[in-house]
């Protein structure tokens, strides 16, 4: 039965109105998942990813093994000298002398040692070896963290993506059928090619980017690849900020930089207060047993004194200045880290206003359904609806970056908490 021009005509706006309706409902319902406050996917596991991380980093097994070796040479010479054993046998001449043997122990005691001096100093040493342990621990907890988060964004565009390609493919088709009913021109029919195109190439670039982040991720993890990376997904929870005073305090107090400028200051302490000490005289004694040639033996003790004149010599001039450089560098981490942390601060406020912008517009300037409607009664064409709707995915991808800005931008800030 052949339908009449009018009929076709109905049949082929039904035909629209269907896809397009279709296409609204999806993008509705994907600014509705938006607006759920939850910082990132459930599957996110941030705690565990980087607690396995830790665990199986490469560096950081090899910076703890270093550290325990450091450790243990820290702890090295900080006990007393070894005693010695002297033993001396006569045979020319002992009958007239009368000494026929001498067996002498002897041990010295360093006053640096015996009040404790070295054994603090290597304790600071030990400190220090710890703060820096936690400087490059954070640096690479936090390089996971930003892969985490970039790899969330690009699951998130992923699963975006896939939806407008199999909406576009079906407008693709219709189109396809229009334009072999007649009911359609070739320069439209191409707009719909192309778009679909740059669709379809954009996928294939988010699902590289995939690839590499998943790989980082994995030799992040001692080349243990970890499950569940796939369905991290990055939502729009845009929260608010600690007051920038008391984060300052927070910082200032727990951030591994700051930890290790203390730390630092303490070892160029102890280190001024070993000096001094190794300037006190080292004193020895000496047990003394002889055995004389009519078998008669004599025993005592000889206690002697070491005085400290040129061997210590500018060591505790050279100490004292480097104090004072640990404490100049102290106050410069300071001063470097409350700049950083207020820079910081502002960089993510800005970020969240950012955000918070483009979610409100797009749950309050929606035009998808306006675009639909106009080119159903023939007020704009399909190349009008096209580049409407593009303005409109632009929007929503410029919606994810935001937010992938803000939580890279927060994770930095706040890495001294890893």
């Excluded at 097994?61 to 000298?81: F, P």
């Excluded at 010599?313 to 404490?327: D, F, G, H, I, M």
């Excluded at 406020?349 to 035009?367: D, F, I, S």
Aim: proline share 2%.
């Amino acid at each position: 039965m052949k339908l009449s021009p009018q009929n076709n005509l109905k049949t082929m706006k039904y035909n629209r109105i269907l896809f397009i309706s279709i296409f609204i409902s999806s993008l509705l319902k994907y600014t509705a998942m938006s607006a759920a406050p939850s910082p990132l996917g459930e599957g996110w596991g941030e705690a565990s990813l980087l607690s396995s991380i830790e665990q199986n980093n490469t560096t950081l097994i090899a910076l703890r093994a270093e550290a325990e070796a450091r450790k243990l040479d820290n702890r090295t010479g900080i006990t007393l000298a070894d005693p010695e054993v002297g033993y001396k046998r006569m045979w020319e001449g002992a009958e007239q002398s009368g000494n026929l043997s001498e067996l002498t122990i002897s041990q010295s005691f360093d006053l640096s040692t015996v009040l404790g001096y070295k054994s603090r100093a290597a304790e600071s040493q030990n400190l220090l070896i710890y703060e820096e342990y936690r400087l490059v621990r954070m640096d690479i907890l936090l390089e996971a963290q930003l892969a985490c988060i970039d790899l969330a964004y690009y699951n998130a565009l992923a699963a975006e993506l896939d939806r407008r390609l199999g909406h576009a493919r079906r407008v693709a088709e219709a189109e396809q059928r229009r334009l072999d009913s007649g009911d359609t021109d070739m320069l439209s029919y191409n707009n719909v090619v192309l778009s679909l195109t740059a669709l379809e190439a954009e996928r294939a670039r988010v699902a590289t980017e995939q690839r590499l982040l998943a790989a980082q991720l994995t030799a992040l993890n001692g080349g243990k690849a970890m499950d569940n990376i796939e369905s991290l997904d990055l939502l729009d929870n845009i929260e608010c900020l600690d007051n920038i005073d008391l984060l300052i305090d927070q910082a200032l107090e727990q951030a591994p930089a700051m930890a290790y400028a203390r730390v630092g200051r303490e070892v160029a302490s102890s280190q001024l207060s070993l000096a001094k000490a190794q300037h006190l005289p080292t004193l020895s004694a000496t047990y003394v047993n002889e055995r004389h040639t009519i078998g008669d033996c004599s025993q005592g003790v000889a206690v002697g004194v070491s005085l400290p004149l040129w061997a210590n010599k500018n060591r505790v001039r050279t100490a004292r200045a480097s104090l004072e450089a640990a404490k100049a560098h102290e106050a410069d981490t300071q001063l470097q880290l409350r700049s950083q942390l207020q820079a910081g601060y502002e960089r993510v406020k800005g970020l969240q206003r950012t955000a918070t912008l483009y979610h409100t517009a797009l749950g309050e300037a929606n035009n998808t359904e306006l675009l639909a409607r106009a080119m159903d009664e023939g007020h704009i064409s399909v190349l009008e609806y096209l580049q409407g709707i593009e303005l409109y995915y632009d929007y929503l991808d410029r919606s994810l970056s935001a937010e992938r800005d803000y939580h890279r931008a927060l994770a930095e800030l706040e890495a001294w908490k890893l």
